[in-house]
């Protein structure tokens, strides 16, 4: 392609924010007794630093117009090196980021394969001119630095980064992408075939894992390692001696593939790697897959010929479903919607929280007691009815704060401030002075209105009261209350420290200052919260044991075990029903199936068979241990216990009846009001119970599939929002 011809890319993109390529000229510190102008001297360095001229709340991002500007740029250096004029090139970005990666909001645009092919062939050749320039480059790695952000380095000849750079990685598999603008071929040999994979695929595929600057460091990919106060200015030295030769960079992890040692250790990874995609996805998305294809084949390539099956299998990664539908889960729903909650009241009404009060000492109740000392740095004190049990739960914090610190995770200091912040008592009274109470107790209406009644009794008439209820009414809960206006559910995941989702209940008398400090506790704890009417087991629970239902019926009705657990696969869900259902715990599960079934009525069934696993004290229905074929199978005693109809189903007959059950109940839940639209369906399955990005959430799922037209009639969403072909 021309340059005309990425001009023209670039111009159907007027509105985008770009990063512009500012350079400054610095006289590199003297080594070796080189002068320049009577003072010491290296030589001139041009070093470029990337910034949108917005604040660290706005990423630096890399779309079409940026990267033209940036090509023009370096064309302009490759010029001044060949003639002497500098001695070495180096990239850095604005304070807290090197690049967050290509501008998705332009990317997700390209509805044209040709346009998403040019875009991808921009990229390759900014990023050859930076790999061609004459003179060494240099990345200075000072933050961020995502996908085409992280390739800017790795095209570079050498790197530096910081020890406070945070969320370096290569995430394209997650995305729906490849690395595909030389990642995938610089990587594996820089740090070796098998710290590629990690980083291109166990990373982006367990949750979006991303390395620090330490980690990025010991695995090679960077070459030098400094502190933040003065990273630049100690990089700009490091490149010095390195131009100069007085330092030559180490990299130990570095491999040749045409070396036949390595022939063997690259295919171990790549089996490795696909197990990891199989495991993990099923192999219901393309993209994990392609980036291994493509690391397979570049062993014998050349960089060039594997930037052409990088251009090529990139467009057409664009074009897909997957990618449409990641966009649309991770930039609309993740990074854009959770920053505006759906029905949310004005912030300004929020009351200050100073102190918190968490009734039970329990597993759940220690979880979220440390949870809201270490984000919102309050006293929190917990309460239970003995000693033992309260004793317990403030050792259960301090435990978890020692292994926190161990790892390293928090300073000495923070550890100290943590563990003081959280004490017990065995009395409702040390209540008397918090802003807001939670409960973590048995989950039964009478125990939750009993706990309540006596915290009221107690508390001031601002103290904002909250249930941690995964099924029960809120408002059942609130109606023996004095002042029912106070009271809101506030569900939380476990384990709380690493689920996103908090659901927040709305019950019809909670006011709108309660639940506005609900919200803003929410962002304090860095949770993502969504609100939800209160309804019986509100989202998650209610469309997760909806879909497990719908599979332990049809085990029942006679389909073998192994067939209906593994229905869904074609969905690419993280864990098999019944794996989830062991997890969960099967009293816990039945227990809301049960609640769900007198709600709702026959649609939910709770299944006697597994009442007799939970008479038995079976937790599980598969043997912990897989049988001598290595597959999954039910123990004799299990299989005893349970009784089966006549009726089997296949897998395919399982997997459409399942689309079809969670169509009707997410078309049910939005007729009620549950939620405010099919988004926050969406973002409450994908942060609350792991639902694949890659598919979107679940409504643009049953939409493709047909379910939402053949149970309700219509779509949940507009064609085009999360789907290729029709530009939403």
Not at 71 to 87: P, W
Not at 245 to 250: A, F, H, K, L, Y
Not at 591 to 596: C, K, R
């Amino acid at each position: 392609m021309s340059a005309a011809d990425f001009r023209k890319l670039a111009d159907l993109f007027p509105d985008e924010t770009v990063t512009h390529s500012y350079v400054q000229d610095i006289q590199l510190p003297a080594t070796g007794g080189k002068t320049s102008g009577g003072k010491p001297s290296a030589g001139t360095f041009a070093l470029i630093t990337l910034d949108n001229g917005l604040d660290h709340s706005k990423p630096t991002t890399l779309g079409p117009n940026t990267l033209v500007e940036l090509g023009a740029v370096l064309e302009g250096l490759k010029d001044r090196a060949v003639r002497g004029e500098i001695v070495g090139v180096g990239v850095t970005g604005k304070p807290y980021f090197l690049v967050a990666g290509a501008d998705l909001s332009a990317v997700k645009s390209l509805n044209n394969r040709d346009h998403g092919l040019w875009m991808a062939q921009l990229g390759h050749d900014v990023y050859a001119t930076l790999a061609n320039l004459g003179v060494p480059s240099f990345a200075f790695i000072n933050g961020v630095a995502l996908g085409g952000g992280l390739e800017i380095a790795l095209q570079s000849t050498y790197r530096t980064v910081s020890t406070g750079a945070g969320a370096l990685a290569l995430p394209e598999a997650f995305i729906g992408l490849v690395p595909g603008w030389g990642g995938v071929y610089v990587l594996p040999r820089l740090v070796g075939p098998e710290n590629a994979v990690k980083v291109m695929i166990q990373n982006p595929l367990s949750n979006n894992r991303t390395l620090t600057g330490p980690e990025a460091f010991g695995l090679g990919i960077a070459d030098a390692m400094f502190e933040p106060a003065d990273f630049v200015e100690q990089s700009l030295a490091w490149a010095a001696g390195v131009i100069s030769g007085e330092i030559t960079p180490e990299r130990p992890n570095a491999v040749e593939p045409s070396d036949p040692a390595v022939a063997g250790r690259w295919e171990k990874a790549l089996t490795a790697g696909r197990a990891f995609v199989e495991s993990k996805t099923s192999n219901a998305s393309p993209a994990p897959a392609k980036v291994l294809d493509i690391m397979e084949a570049n062993r014998t390539m050349s960089q060039a010929e594997s930037a052409a099956l990088e251009c090529e299998t990139l467009a057409g990664l664009m074009q897909t479903d997957e990618f449409r539908s990641t966009v649309y889960a991770f930039l609309d729903l993740v990074q854009k919607r959770t920053k505006r909650p759906a029905g949310a009241p004005d912030r300004k009404l929020a009351r200050p929280v100073t102190k918190v009060g968490v009734v039970g000492a329990g597993l759940m109740a220690s979880q979220l007691a440390l949870l809201f000392a270490r984000q919102l740095k309050v006293p929190v004190v917990m309460t239970d009815i003995d000693q033992t049990r309260v004793d317990k739960g403030v050792g259960y914090v301090h435990a978890e704060v020692d292994k926190l610190l161990a790892k390293k995770r928090i300073s000495a200091d923070a550890a100290n401030r943590t563990r003081a912040l959280v004490t017990g008592s065995v009395s409702k009274d040390a209540f008397a002075d918090a802003d807001f109470v939670i409960e973590a107790v048995f989950e039964e209406l009478n125990v939750k209105k009993q706990v309540f009644a006596e915290v009221e009794a107690i508390v001031s008439p601002e103290c904002i009261l909250a249930t941690n209820t995964s099924s029960l009414s809120v408002t059942a809960m609130a109606e023996d209350l004095e002042h029912p206006e106070r009271l809101v559910g506030f569900h939380f995941f476990n384990p709380v420290a690493v689920m996103p989702l908090l659901e927040i209940v709305r019950a019809p008398k909670t006011d709108d200052a309660v639940l506005a400090t609900a919200f803003e506790l929410a962002k304090g704890l860095k949770k993502s919260a969504v609100l939800v009417k209160d309804a019986a087991a509100f989202v998650v629970n209610r469309i997760l044991l909806r879909l497990m239902g719908e599979v332990t019926a049809a085990f029942d009705e006679g389909t073998p075990a192994e067939v209906a657990d593994n229905a869904l696969r074609p969905m690419g869900l993280p864990m098999t029903p019944f794996t989830l259902g062991a997890m969960v715990g099967l009293p816990v599960a039945q227990h809301v199936q049960e609640s769900l079934h007198a709600a709702f009525g026959d649609r939910f069934t709770v299944s006697q068979n597994l009442q007799k696993l939970i008479d038995n004290g079976v937790k599980s229905l598969w043997s912990p241990e897989n049988g001598p074929d290595g597959r999954p199978f039910i123990p004799a005693e299990t299989l005893a216990l349970l009784s089966f109809g006549t009726s089997p189903s296949t897998g395919e007959e399982v997997l459409r009846r399942t689309q079809d059950a969670l169509a009707e109940e997410i078309g049910l839940m939005l007729a009620e009001g549950v939620v405010a639209g099919p988004e926050d369906i969406d973002l409450c399955m994908i942060l609350g119970a792991g639902w694949p990005m890659f598919l979107g959430g679940i409504t643009p799922y049953l939409d493709r599939v047909g379910a939402s037209e053949r149970v309700n009639g219509k779509r949940f969403l507009a064609p085009g929002v999360a789907s290729a072909g029709v530009p939403a």
